[in-house]
């Protein structure tokens, strides 16, 4: 079991920053690929970023690829999503999710995450 709390989101102008973190607690988090979605008002849940259990292999969504950057401390037990250059479009409630730490290849589909935070708003002004 893993339990996720999200933090880090708030308003910001066009072109700021904003580090979301993702604290983690239960013991199958150092087994667990991670992973930031998000969600717009009336919109799907989108895929952002994923990060394996290693840490080693990393992805990223075409929107926010060479914006975005998504890191973990295991020291911590904290995932970050660091986001650059923001737009309004990236306007949404954020989301971090954990899969079951079965070894299966990062996945950019909802439903291969097990765990999910209760998620942190962000608001980029024009």
């Known amino acids: 079991q893993v339990q996720l709390v999200e933090s880090g989101g708030g308003l910001v102008q066009a072109g700021g920053s904003l580090r979301l973190s993702c604290a983690a607690s239960?013991?199958?988090?150092?087994?667990?690929?991670m992973s930031w979605f998000r969600q717009a008002p009336g919109k799907e849940r989108e895929f952002i970023a994923a990060i394996s259990w290693s840490g080693g292999i990393t992805y990223y969504a075409e929107s926010v690829k060479g914006r975005f950057t998504i890191s973990r401390d295991y020291a911590k037990n904290t995932v970050y999503l660091q986001m650059n250059s923001l737009k309004p479009e990236d306007t949404a409630v954020y989301y971090c999710?954990?899969?079951?730490?079965?070894?299966?290849?990062?996945?950019?589909?909802?439903?291969?995450?097990?765990?999910w935070g209760q998620g942190t708003q962000v608001t980029v002004s024009s």
């Open positions: 999710a954990a899969d079951k730490g079965d070894g299966r290849p990062l996945s950019t589909r909802p439903y291969r995450y097990a765990y």
């Open positions: 239960g013991r199958t988090f150092r087994d667990s690929a």
